[in-house]
């Protein structure tokens, strides 16, 4: 949540159309992503949220999370 705004401050605007995750952190867990992500759009912050260079079986287990719980879905992906 921090870096993401202070990437808004950065670009100094109070939201995102496009928030894309690059190089999957392996010590943070899926669930504590997504929640963060969640979050940025429940609170209008950022609309769209996606991935990128993060493993396939990582995008299949996001997928499978988006269908077990009511969070915001992913709308770009880029899976290695």
């Excluded at 943070?28 to 997504?34: A, I, K």
Aim: proline fraction near 2%; aromatic fraction near 4%; charge should be neutral.
């Amino acid at each position: 949540m921090q870096s993401a705004e202070a990437s808004l401050g950065r670009l100094r605007t109070d939201r995102s159309d496009v928030l894309r995750v690059h190089a999957r952190d392996s010590c943070t867990p899926v669930e504590e992503v997504m929640r963060a992500l969640d979050d940025l759009v429940r609170t209008g912050r950022v609309v769209y949220v996606g991935v990128s260079d993060w493993p396939a079986r990582e995008g299949d287990r996001w997928a499978a999370i988006e269908d077990r719980r009511s969070t915001c879905r992913r709308t770009t992906s880029e899976v290695l």
